[in-house]
């Protein structure tokens, strides 16, 4: 019994010191001008308060009621500030985004990208490196319409997304799992664009866009060990499929898509898509201080290649809006009846208006988070002291959602893109899918260009309901990614011309 009441005893000290390192902590936050926040216990700090929320950033939204559109959040062993409201996420992104853009250092995104985070276009902190990378990209994601990239972007996806329509007629109704479908042939786009290599008949092409579908399924999760790195033990097999899936890749690009390409090089070469802008790079350094090797060229092409994985997730529950609004397909039709061509491409995109605005309302509503960011120094939000390695997540679902920006903000509206007056797509200030500033993300544009002519051209040939068995107005929101292995089945019926 002795044995016993010590234990208890024990516990109770340990309980008690526990709490006053905790009071002891909150006491010394208040009065230094940081954010206002909730208690943070030893350990987990307030991740506690995060449970229970179907999407996660809903948590935000009720903890900013008690503490304003600024507070501070710690994340175990990670300090954290919240911030909402357009005038405050726009002075992190634009105003001082200088001042905050860094990258979170979970272990994960380390081992994600051979041991370290910066060999990520998206993950890492930034740097000459990282500005000099985004800059020989540019040119390959943000064509303009006059550059032969972007016409050339225009051929393949016509000749790609082309051909489905009428190779699939003769399975009118038939139920048809798209996931990998869309994953396949977008895939491909970008291998041909990227990289001038077309492997849409290569048997090991399926397995390649399946590894980059884990891996974007796995980085768009978010794991307490990502904040308590003493839990990380209990993943490392996860972890280990994951660095598998990366491996893999790796392995394809190498013997599929690069083998020979350097060697063959030449100074005066011209370049003819991104990868011999890398190889060139990388065999031809200039005499700038900031060089390109082989194995950031390949991290390089690997991340923005692996970008096909974001756009086909997105193209899916895209579907599943138009499964479960009839109305919809409706416009989108309407408009693409009065161009009375075969086949819808990017040149179109002026003549339809709502066409455009389906996929920035699928945009809002999926809400898919904004990569967070990481002070780099001492610095401020709203008046609020900030100090340097504070995780600063960027709450858009509420910018997306919230009442007093948008009218009905749950129900599927694309005319809320379109200006009433005139017709023509419109773009509220609050609207930020991609954030801004010199970290938003590179493939938007291809999001948009790949997004508008599938939506153009599938529902111009087909008219598409939910098969059997799916809930298609149950769309999942707060993240873009979707469990790799799950089917998603549609009716496709072909219309008559």
């Not at 893999?248 to 350097?262: D, H, S, T, W, Y």
Request: aromatic share 12%.
């Amino acid at each position: 019994m002795a044995v016993v009441i010590i234990s208890n005893l024990s516990y109770l000290l340990f309980g008690l010191v526990v709490a006053a390192i905790g009071f002891i902590r909150f006491l010394k936050s208040r009065g230094t001008g940081e954010a206002p926040g909730p208690f943070a216990w030893p350990v987990i700090g307030s991740l506690h308060l995060l449970r229970g929320y179907k999407v996660p950033y809903q948590a935000f939204n009720h903890l900013a009621k008690k503490y304003g559109d600024v507070f501070s959040l710690q994340m175990g062993s990670v300090p954290a500030v919240v911030v909402q409201g357009v005038d405050n996420i726009r002075q992190v992104l634009i105003q001082k985004g200088h001042h905050f853009d860094s990258r979170p250092n979970f272990g994960r995104y380390h081992q994600l990208f051979h041991g370290n985070k910066e060999n990520s276009l998206a993950f890492c902190n930034w740097s000459d490196l990282q500005k000099k990378r985004r800059d020989m990209l540019k040119d390959h994601t943000f064509p303009k319409v006059y550059m032969e990239n972007y016409k050339h972007l225009d051929r393949l996806i016509c000749e790609e997304f082309g051909s489905k329509p009428r190779s699939a007629s003769h399975v009118s109704g038939a139920s048809v799992d798209i996931k990998e479908k869309l994953a396949l042939v977008i895939g491909n786009i970008f291998l041909r664009y990227f990289c001038s290599t077309d492997l849409k008949d290569d048997s090991e092409l399926a397995d390649f866009v399946r590894n980059f579908d884990e891996i974007f399924y796995e980085v768009n999760q978010g794991y307490a060990f990502d904040f308590l790195p003493f839990l990380s033990v209990f993943h490392r097999r996860q972890i280990g499929k994951i660095q598998n899936n990366s491996e893999n890749i790796r392995r394809f690009v190498l013997e599929k898509v690069v083998a020979g390409r350097l060697q063959g090089m030449k100074e005066d070469a011209v370049e003819t898509d991104y990868l011999d802008t890398l190889l060139k790079a990388v065999k031809f350094p200039s005499e700038e201080e900031v060089t390109i090797d082989l194995e950031t060229a390949l991290f390089s092409l690997e991340d923005i290649i692996g970008g096909h994985s974001a756009i086909s997730n997105f193209l899916v529950k895209l579907v599943q809006y138009l499964a479960s609004n009839g109305d919809v397909q409706a416009k989108v039709k309407e408009e693409a009846d009065r161009l009375r061509k075969d086949f819808i491409s990017l040149d179109d995109r002026c003549k339809m208006p709502y066409t455009e605005a389906v996929v920035m309302e699928t945009l809002r509503l999926l809400s898919s988070p904004i990569v967070p960011h990481v002070a780099n120094q001492d610095t401020s939000i709203s008046g609020y002291a900030v100090k340097k390695d504070t995780l600063i997540f960027l709450n858009n679902y509420e910018l997306n959602m919230s009442e007093e920006l948008w009218s009905n903000p749950a129900a599927f509206d694309p005319s809320r893109f379109i200006d009433p007056e005139t017709g023509a797509k419109t773009k509220p200030t609050h609207f930020l899918p991609f954030g801004g500033g010199k970290r938003s993300c590179m493939g938007y544009k291809l999001v948009q260009f790949l997004s508008f002519v599938f939506v153009a051209n599938i529902v111009n040939n087909f008219s598409i309901t939910p098969a059997a068995g799916e809930k298609c107005e149950e769309v999942s929101t707060g993240n873009l990614a979707l469990p790799p292995t799950r089917p998603y089945r549609f009716e496709f019926h072909v219309r008559t011309k």
